[in-house]
Every structure is written in structure tokens, then in C-alpha cells.
T-cell receptor
């Protein structure tokens, strides 16, 4: 069975640009979450979507936005990129939302570098 | 005080050793506890998941939770070079909160 897939795997952008990262959850999973992992640190929660609705948001600026599509795939958008946005962006899927505490399964991430 | 703190490491042990990895947390409302393993350039992989105080065993791995002390541990028996990775504790209250990770190296 395919796991969580993310694209692209690597991306290089310059300051001020916009980026869109994509995620396809495990088949049958309806919840997708996004995390930012800076080198040497644990993942930091950005968003959670369940049934196409935002169900949770971490402490990130409004430059970060996301959405979930009818097929449960998701996009993370980041505007006006800053050097500090350089990180590994991880997507995780679970059967249902956080409220039922379904274990999350992660993709291998998109490594974003800002020059 | 950070919500989740983790022994920083890095930790190097010989093959076959017993490894103890530890996290503490500050919020007693946290209900569920997980350990993930992350290899270099890969996403975190779920190892163990529990919600009650006590021990949970899965093969060479044992997760231990002490809610009264807000302390969780992961024990790895008969450690192998393939266990070399970063280990992340993750705790769920209203959202998932991850520790910073402990890098483990198991030397042949």
C-alpha cells in the first residue's frame, strides 16, 4: 500500500517568492496535517485538515495557508518566503481527526531551501 | 518551560546494548504518547503509541509512561546498527507536540 506521498522532494526558492507543497494521504485517510521541521529540531505543527475543513492551526504567520481537496489530498502554501522558512515540510495523514487520536503516518517531506 | 523536553544526546552505544531514551512534559492534560524514529532524509516513522501509564512492549521496544511524573521513556533491547536514527517523542493534548529528538548511534 502506498504511504503518504509528498511533492516535490526538494525545492529551492528565493526570498519573497511563493511556494506550493502537495500531499496525498494514505488511501482511506481523511485527515491531513502539516509540520515544519527545522534542522536539529522536532516537527512543529502548522495545520490540520479533516473532511476539507481546517481543524487546527499552530503558531505560524498568515503567510502560511493550506487547503484540502475532495479526494483528501492537500496543499500547503507559503507566501513572501523568508530565509527562516528553510526547513523540511512534513505531511502526516490519519484515519480521522485529532479528536479521536488516530496515530499519524508521515511522508518523507519536501525540503525547502530559501536563498 | 517547553511543553516537551527530551534528552538532547547525541547518544552512542555499542551493538547489543540496552538504550534508554527519555522525555518529560509539562501539561498534565496530555493524554496520548508516541515514539517516532526518523532516519536521515526521511519522515518520522511511528514506533509506539500508548495512552495509559505503565509499559507497552513491541519486540525489542518498550514504551514506559509515568503520568504522575510526566515522564515517558523508550527502551531498546539488543540494539542494532540499523537502530541508528533520531528518536522523537510526541505527545497529544489538543495538538501533537514533538520533542526535539535524540540522535542515537549504535556502533558495530
Amino acid at each position: 500500500d502506498a504511504g503518504v506521498t509528498q511533492s516535490p522532494t526538494h525545492l529551492i526558492k528565493t526570498r519573497g517568492q511563493h511556494v506550493t507543497l502537495r500531499c496525498s494521504p494514505i488511501s482511506g485517510h481523511k485527515s491531513v496535517s502539516w509540520y515544519q521541521q527545522v534542522l536539529g529540531q522536532g516537527p512543529q505543527f502548522i495545520f490540520q485538515y479533516y473532511e476539507k475543513e481546517e481543524r487546527g492551526r499552530g503558531n505560524f504567520p498568515d503567510r502560511f495557508s493550506a487547503r484540502q481537496f475532495p479526494n483528501y489530498s492537500s496543499e500547503l502554501n507559503v507566501n513572501a518566503l523568508l530565509l527562516g522558512d528553510s526547513a523540511l515540510y512534513l505531511c502526516a495523514s490519519s484515519l480521522e481527526g485529532f479528536s479521536r487520536n488516530q496515530p499519524q503516518h508521515f511522508g518523507d517531506g519536501t525540503r525547502l531551501s530559501i536563498l | 518551560q517547553k511543553e516537551v523536553e527530551q534528552d538532547p544526546g547525541p547518544l552512542s552505544v555499542p551493538e547489543g546494548a540496552i538504550v534508554s531514551l527519555n522525555c518529560t512534559y509539562s501539561n498534565s492534560a496530555f493524554q496520548y504518547f508516541m515514539w517516532y524514529r526518523q532516519y536521515s532524509r526521511k519522515g518520522p516513522e511511528l514506533l509506539m503509541y500508548t495512552y495509559s501509564s505503565g509499559n507497552k512492549e513491541d519486540g525489542r521496544f518498550t514504551a514506559q509512561v509515568d503520568k504522575s511524573s510526566k515522564y515517558i521513556s523508550l527502551f531498546i533491547r539488543d540494539s542494532q546498527p540499523s537502530d541508528s536514527a533520531t528518536y522523537l517523542c510526541a505527545i497529544y493534548g489538543q495538538n501533537f507536540v514533538f520533542g526535539p529528538g535524540t540522535r542515537l548511534s549504535v556502533l558495530p
